[in-house]
């Protein structure tokens, strides 16, 4: 099922939102477009839900707007090619699974095959089951499996895999992938840095209700220089520590990890200092590390 790549499939525009006194947006500009996936990353209380709700027509921005497939969220046809997996669904307890993925399903004129929807959210086994007796990373499952099984052009997903298994995290993984390649644009938001990583191609770093970074994975990581050293080494922590290109030092049994903005100064001294040293590793940062950096500057 090829979809178009091309259009915008949901656009921030100077996007504002206020509850009372907290401003949760401050005037984010933000796009998406078919095939493409965008983690939306920050801090409890940054505003990526509200930015979330935002698109969806659940909330009214102050100031600024919001664009779904070139609409206004308030229009049912711009709604129609959303598929969203918020924090929480609020489904009938006593409905099995088979029946809520049916009545899901009927709501879309062209919705993606029963058994589709089954293997991409890994819900074998699962149909005759009542949703309220189900765990919390099965229900996670069934919330996917409602978000994709419309076939939509944009999905949202608010922290899908928290609570999921590592299998069931693979799977939603692999799931994702093949949405982003069938031409579906992606708004994902995730505290799991490493699933940022291994899905988006382009990363917004949230805080204060501001866009603080944006750009590729690669790029957010190159905007730290910080570089993360590796040895097995007899040093004394403490005083690597004390040297003045060194952030951090912390020693696990024989090894020592050091952060450092000036790697190669401090290879050289450690290298000076211990001719014992070994299984020496230099690493760049790492999203996560970007992450850190990116917000602690703009808290
Ligand atoms: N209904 C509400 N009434 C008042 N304040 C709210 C409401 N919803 C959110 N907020 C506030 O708006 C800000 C942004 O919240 P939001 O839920 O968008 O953050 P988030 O980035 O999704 O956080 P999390 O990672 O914890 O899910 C926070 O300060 C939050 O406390």
Same mark, same amino acid.
């Given at each position: 099922?090829?979809?178009?790549?091309?259009?915008?499939?949901?656009?921030?525009?100077?996007?504002?939102?206020?509850?009372?006194?907290?401003?949760?947006?401050?005037?984010?500009?933000?796009?998406?477009?078919?095939?493409?996936?965008?983690?939306?990353?920050?801090?409890?209380?940054?505003?990526?839900?509200? #930015?979330? @709700? !935002? %698109?969806?027509?659940?909330?009214?921005?102050?100031? =600024?707007?919001?664009?779904?497939? +070139?609409?206004?969220?308030?229009?049912?046809?711009?709604?129609?090619?959303?598929?969203?997996?918020?924090?929480?669904?609020?489904?009938?307890?006593?409905?099995?699974?088979?029946?809520?993925?049916?009545?899901?399903?009927?709501?879309?004129?062209?919705?993606?095959?029963?058994?589709?929807?089954?293997?991409?959210?890994?819900?074998?086994?699962?149909?005759?089951?009542?949703?309220?007796?189900?765990?919390?990373?099965?229900?996670?499952?069934?919330?996917?499996?409602?978000?994709?099984?419309?076939?939509?052009?944009?999905?949202?997903?608010?922290?899908?895999?928290?609570?999921?298994?590592?299998?069931?995290?693979?799977?939603?993984?692999?799931?994702?992938?093949?949405?982003?390649?069938?031409?579906?644009?992606?708004?994902?938001?995730?505290?799991?840095?490493?699933? #940022?990583? @291994? !899905? %988006?191609?382009?990363?917004?770093?949230?805080?204060? =209700?501001?866009?603080?970074?944006? +750009?590729?994975?690669?790029?957010?990581?190159?905007?730290?220089?910080?570089?993360?050293?590796?040895?097995?080494?007899?040093?004394?922590?403490?005083?690597?520590?004390?040297?003045?290109?060194?952030?951090?030092?912390?020693?696990?049994?024989?090894?020592?990890?050091?952060?450092?903005?000036?790697?190669?100064?401090?290879?050289?001294?450690?290298?000076?200092?211990?001719?014992?040293?070994?299984?020496?590793?230099?690493?760049?940062?790492?999203?996560?590390?970007?992450?850190?950096?990116?917000?602690?500057?703009?808290?």
């Amino acid at each position: 099922m090829q979809q178009a790549r091309s259009g915008t499939a949901v656009a921030w525009r100077g996007a504002s939102k206020r509850y009372g006194g907290i401003v949760a947006l401050d005037g984010i500009d933000l796009e998406v477009r078919g095939g493409e996936l965008l983690a939306l990353l920050g801090p409890n209380g940054a505003g990526k839900s509200t #930015a979330i @709700a !935002l %698109a969806l027509g659940l909330l009214r921005a102050d100031a =600024g707007e919001v664009m779904l497939f +070139g609409r206004a969220p308030a229009e049912l046809e711009a709604r129609r090619g959303c598929g969203v997996m918020l924090q929480s669904a609020g489904l009938p307890d006593s409905l099995k699974v088979r029946e809520l993925l049916e009545l899901t399903r009927s709501y879309y004129a062209a919705p993606r095959g029963l058994d589709d929807c089954v293997g991409m959210a890994g819900l074998d086994g699962l149909m005759d089951r009542r949703y309220g007796r189900l765990s919390g990373g099965q229900q996670r499952r069934v919330q996917f499996a409602l978000a994709i099984c419309g076939a939509p052009r944009l999905l949202f997903l608010d922290e899908p895999t928290t609570g999921l298994d590592l299998d069931a995290r693979t799977m939603l993984w692999a799931t994702i992938r093949r949405m982003v390649g069938e031409g579906c644009a992606v708004v994902l938001t995730t505290h799991y840095l490493e699933e #940022a990583e @291994a !899905l %988006a191609d382009r990363v917004a770093v949230l805080a204060g =209700g501001r866009i603080v970074a944006c +750009g590729s994975v690669q790029q957010i990581r190159a905007r730290v220089s910080q570089r993360r050293i590796r040895c097995v080494s007899a040093l004394d922590a403490a005083r690597v520590g004390a040297w003045p290109e060194v952030r951090s030092v912390c020693r696990d049994g024989e090894r020592i990890e050091i952060v450092t903005d000036y790697a190669e100064t401090v290879v050289r001294q450690l290298l000076f200092e211990d001719s014992g040293l070994s299984q020496l590793e230099v690493q760049r940062a790492g999203l996560a590390d970007a992450f850190v950096e990116i917000t602690r500057e703009a808290a």
